[in-house]
């Protein structure tokens, strides 16, 4: 151990654990850091090789016998049949079944979704209802053969510190100088500050922000393998990673249809992993998260006040000189277009992860760090109840081209700074003056960029500055753009008239090619001639198709899809959603309906037969409801044993009828097949669809 060693030792024993051993543990298990370092800190609490060697196998001897891996779940629900309980380690849901009136719970690796569960555990925690959280779950057998269900929770321990002693933390801070703690913090995230220049520091200290900031608007776009989303998934209990798909208001917000508050509500950070490839079908969603990202509030019928920071990490694959010193490119390439100006005005911070190294294991530490949890709830706890904004509001002067969100984003990410590396006495004059420099470089390359794509003056002030306590002005620049004209000086536009497009008025220094766009639809226009966005829509038209056996090249996306928008509710009728099959052609369907913005609810009005298992039916349905839930879709289930009728009906006024109902494919002779997952490759039955609107 080092001198810093053995002062943390010192002053925060039992909190402190070696870094290295979770490396050691980690790499045969996919368990989370704060989850290993909880069992370690269990096992390993001792400078004593010996019994540090000893704890690591008993680290992974616990594992070996609670953690199960997800290909081990028949396994493990054997091993509580035959032993009436066991102790898992898992990550725990739970979910509201509203026709049941009932909570449920799901382990993800035991590999069951309807697990019993008393009520005390999830009033406890609030996070097992959104999101999850992992514990030591000890998991009960069921006996009784007219229950529903083979599995309960007979006792859950939430992976994380049951209390807090925030006196003893800050007292313990004070016992480090400013650069000593910086260490202490970069060694708990398993990196070695030795290794680090004190720009880098500060960028990995930047990448904590989100956690004990609220509404903290956060940016990283760089290179892959950098780190970038461990942060979110791993080092803290109280942030979520989002790993790409649909971004809904339901999930993000609020869900009408549950009467529930979404992310935002439960967790401190919620975080976008790969943000070019984030998907956000609804327009409603990205005003709500304007409104959010501005002031912590939004309204869906009720007005909710959250506190959660949002983060959006993302890779950069072209070059940054060729980015900067161009006229026509700029650093949020690779933002999809649902994030426009409105949105990235909102961003405090964009750290440059092009700086970041990648992940090497030159940069992790050997030495002590505090326990991930320990850290976490510190800043959790500082997350919640401190306030660092109105002492930098008092002791920092910002020149004059800092405007109103300017100002906002550098002083919150001054306080930010303030939160993790001075939590109790204030910082020296100089320790300040680096988080503002810092802070304000951070604001200026949104600036910039935001410059770039405006084609007037409304974010060309971009030389943000700050003044000395002795009176000087200090304009920060960004080290990548500094010397970059198309940057700092970037060509106007003029609009031209026949596109409604901007064009340059100056010639390009440089530039990349830009992103390959996606071929458009067939439907839509020939390959070759894309359709501009302002082009109106082809007015729908009454069809009738008649699809022979073995025909394809029909989806419900291509047959369906146009006439449903504007469409609000679906009503459609078809005895035979029953069989495996049918059912997922019913889910197609409803993947369909799910690409259209206007669509609100589903009624489904079918009925079953002597074969049919009625309570399968209903479990399957049951879980499709629940997922329609999460993108704002409410379906309604009715069953009618007379029914005979095979027809859609659209509140938009379009009738569809279907000779065959939803079941117009074959089945493949094989999985491994063209068309086995491509259904428009997928061979059809014969069968007749009619779309029309009916007589008034």
């Given at each position: 151990?080092?001198?810093?060693?053995?002062?943390?030792?010192?002053?925060?024993?039992?909190?402190?654990?070696?870094?290295?051993?979770?490396?050691?543990?980690?790499?045969?298990?996919?368990?989370?850091?704060?989850?290993?370092?909880?069992?370690?800190?269990?096992?390993?609490?001792?400078?004593?090789?010996?019994?540090?060697?000893?704890?690591?196998?008993?680290?992974?001897?616990?594992?070996?016998?609670?953690?199960?891996?997800?290909?081990?779940?028949?396994?493990?629900?054997?091993?509580?049949?035959?032993?009436?309980?066991?102790?898992?380690?898992?990550?725990?849901?739970?979910?509201?079944?509203?026709?049941?009136?009932?909570?449920?719970?799901?382990?993800?690796?035991?590999?069951?979704?309807?697990?019993?569960?008393?009520?005390?555990?999830?009033?406890?925690?609030?996070?097992?209802?959104?999101?999850?959280?992992?514990?030591?779950?000890?998991?009960?057998?069921?006996?009784?053969?007219?229950?529903?269900?083979?599995?309960?929770?007979?006792?859950?321990?939430?992976?994380?510190?049951?209390?807090?002693?925030?006196?003893?933390?800050?007292?313990?801070?004070?016992?480090f100088t400013r650069d000593q703690w910086l260490d202490i913090v970069l060694r708990s995230v398993g990196l070695e500050p030795t290794k680090l220049s004190p720009r880098l520091k500060l960028?990995?200290?930047?990448?904590?922000?989100?956690?004990?900031?609220?509404?903290?608007?956060?940016?990283?776009?760089?290179?892959?393998?950098?780190?970038?989303?461990?942060?979110?998934?791993?080092?803290?209990?109280?942030?979520?990673?989002?790993?790409?798909?649909?971004?809904?208001?339901?999930?993000?917000?609020?869900?009408?249809?549950?009467?529930?508050?979404?992310?935002?509500?439960?967790?401190?950070?919620?975080?976008?992993?790969?943000?070019?490839?984030?998907?956000?079908?609804?327009?409603?969603?990205?005003?709500?998260?304007?409104?959010?990202?501005?002031?912590?509030?939004?309204?869906?019928?009720?007005?909710?006040?959250?506190?959660?920071?949002?983060?959006?990490?993302?890779?950069?694959?072209?070059?940054?000189?060729?980015?900067?010193?161009?006229?026509?490119?700029?650093?949020?390439?690779?933002?999809?277009?649902?994030?426009?100006?409105?949105?990235?005005?909102?961003?405090?911070?964009?750290?440059?992860?092009?700086?970041?190294?990648?992940?090497?294991?030159?940069?992790?530490?050997?030495?002590?760090?505090?326990?991930?949890?320990?850290?976490?709830?510190?800043?959790?706890?500082?997350?919640?109840?401190?306030?660092?904004?109105?002492?930098?509001?008092?002791?920092?002067?910002?020149?004059?081209?800092?405007?109103?969100?300017?100002?906002?984003?550098?002083?919150?990410?001054?306080?930010?700074?303030?939160?993790?590396?001075?939590?109790?006495?204030?910082?020296?004059?100089?320790?300040?003056?680096?988080?503002?420099?810092?802070?304000?470089?951070?604001?200026?390359?949104?600036?910039?960029?935001?410059?770039?794509?405006?084609?007037?003056?409304?974010?060309?002030?971009?030389?943000?500055?700050?003044?000395?306590?002795?009176?000087?002005?200090?304009?920060?620049?960004?080290?990548?753009?500094?010397?970059?004209?198309?940057?700092?000086?970037?060509?106007?536009?003029?609009?031209?008239?026949?596109?409604?497009?901007?064009?340059?008025?100056?010639?390009?220094?440089?530039?990349?090619?830009?992103?390959?766009?996606?071929?458009?639809?067939?439907?839509?226009?020939?390959?070759?001639?894309?359709?501009?966005?302002?082009?109106?829509?082809?007015?729908?038209?009454?069809?009738?198709?008649?699809?022979?056996?073995?025909?394809?090249?029909?989806?419900?996306?291509?047959?369906?899809?146009?006439?449903?928008?504007?469409?609000?509710?679906i009503a459609i009728e078809d005895p035979y959603i029953r069989a495996p099959h049918q059912i997922a052609n019913f889910v197609r369907f409803c993947e369909t309906v799910s690409k259209c913005?206007?669509?609100?609810?589903?009624?489904?009005?079918?009925?079953?037969?002597?074969?049919?298992?009625?309570?399968?039916?209903?479990?399957?349905?049951?879980?499709?409801?629940?997922?329609?839930?999460?993108?704002?879709?409410?379906?309604?289930?009715?069953?009618?044993?007379?029914?005979?009728?095979?027809?859609?009906?659209?509140?938009?006024?379009?009738?569809?009828?279907?000779?065959?109902?939803?079941?117009?494919y074959q089945k493949p002779d094989s999985w491994y097949v063209i068309g086995a997952s491509d259904f428009s490759l997928r061979k059809c039955l014969e069968t007749k669809v009619d779309i029309?609107?009916?007589?008034?």
């Amino acid at each position: 151990m080092d001198a810093l060693d053995i002062k943390l030792n010192e002053v925060y024993a039992g909190r402190v654990v070696r870094k290295d051993l979770v490396q050691q543990v980690k790499k045969g298990t996919n368990v989370p850091t704060f989850v290993l370092e909880f069992l370690l800190a269990k096992y390993c609490a001792s400078n004593d090789q010996d019994e540090i060697t000893a704890g690591i196998e008993a680290t992974i001897e616990y594992l070996s016998r609670h953690y199960v891996r997800p290909d081990e779940s028949n396994k493990a629900q054997s091993t509580v049949q035959q032993r009436g309980t066991h102790k898992f380690v898992d990550k725990v849901h739970v979910r509201h079944v509203e026709k049941e009136k009932r909570h449920w719970a799901a382990m993800e690796n035991f590999n069951s979704q309807r697990i019993a569960i008393n009520q005390k555990f999830y009033k406890d925690n609030d996070r097992l209802l959104e999101g999850g959280l992992w514990a030591e779950v000890t998991v009960g057998y069921n006996e009784v053969e007219d229950d529903n269900y083979a599995f309960y929770v007979e006792d859950m321990r939430p992976i994380q510190l049951s209390r807090f002693d925030v006196d003893r933390y800050l007292a313990g801070r004070e016992e480090f100088t400013r650069d000593q703690w910086l260490d202490i913090v970069l060694r708990s995230v398993g990196l070695e500050p030795t290794k680090l220049s004190p720009r880098l520091k500060l960028h990995f200290i930047a990448r904590l922000l989100p956690l004990v900031e609220p509404n903290y608007n956060f940016i990283e776009l760089g290179p892959r393998g950098t780190g970038k989303s461990y942060f979110f998934s791993e080092f803290s209990p109280y942030a979520t990673l989002v790993s790409g798909g649909q971004a809904t208001k339901a999930t993000l917000f609020y869900n009408n249809a549950r009467g529930k508050v979404g992310l935002v509500g439960f967790w401190d950070a919620v975080a976008f992993d790969e943000v070019a490839g984030i998907k956000i079908k609804d327009q409603d969603a990205i005003q709500i998260m304007k409104d959010y990202m501005a002031n912590g509030r939004f309204s869906r019928g009720v007005e909710v006040i959250a506190n959660a920071s949002m983060v959006f990490v993302g890779n950069i694959d072209e070059s940054i000189h060729q980015l900067v010193n161009s006229t026509e490119h700029d650093l949020f390439q690779p933002l999809p277009a649902a994030l426009d100006l409105a949105v990235m005005d909102r961003f405090y911070c964009y750290l440059p992860g092009w700086e970041i190294p990648k992940n090497s294991s030159a940069y992790l530490t050997g030495a002590y760090g505090f326990i991930t949890d320990y850290l976490a709830e510190a800043f959790h706890y500082v997350f919640k109840q401190t306030n660092r904004y109105e002492y930098v509001n008092s002791h920092i002067r910002l020149g004059d081209a800092v405007e109103g969100r300017d100002e906002k984003a550098i002083k919150k990410t001054v306080a930010a700074f303030l939160k993790i590396l001075h939590p109790g006495k204030p910082p020296a004059p100089q320790e300040l003056e680096e988080y503002v420099a810092y802070a304000v470089e951070a604001r200026r390359r949104v600036k910039e960029q935001m410059n770039k794509r405006k084609p007037d003056d409304e974010f060309a002030r971009i030389n943000l500055s700050y003044f000395r306590a002795d009176g000087s002005e200090v304009v920060v620049y960004c080290p990548e753009s500094k010397d970059a004209p198309a940057t700092q000086s970037p060509a106007r536009r003029s609009l031209d008239t026949g596109t409604g497009r901007p064009v340059p008025q100056q010639a390009v220094e440089y530039q990349i090619p830009a992103q390959p766009k996606p071929a458009p639809s067939s439907q839509s226009a020939p390959a070759q001639s894309p359709v501009p966005e302002a082009e109106p829509r082809t007015e729908l038209r009454e069809q009738h198709f008649t699809i022979l056996y073995g025909d394809t090249g029909y989806t419900y996306d291509s047959l369906i899809g146009p006439y449903l928008v504007g469409a609000k509710t679906i009503a459609i009728e078809d005895p035979y959603i029953r069989a495996p099959h049918q059912i997922a052609n019913f889910v197609r369907f409803c993947e369909t309906v799910s690409k259209c913005p206007s669509v609100r609810q589903i009624t489904l009005v079918t009925s079953y037969d002597e074969q049919t298992n009625p309570a399968e039916l209903k479990e399957r349905l049951e879980e499709l409801k629940q997922s329609l839930i999460e993108v704002d879709i409410v379906l309604d289930i009715r069953i009618n044993e007379n029914l005979h009728d095979r027809e859609i009906r659209l509140d938009n006024g379009w009738v569809i009828k279907l000779g065959r109902g939803l079941d117009i494919y074959q089945k493949p002779d094989s999985w491994y097949v063209i068309g086995a997952s491509d259904f428009s490759l997928r061979k059809c039955l014969e069968t007749k669809v009619d779309i029309f609107l009916p007589a008034a």
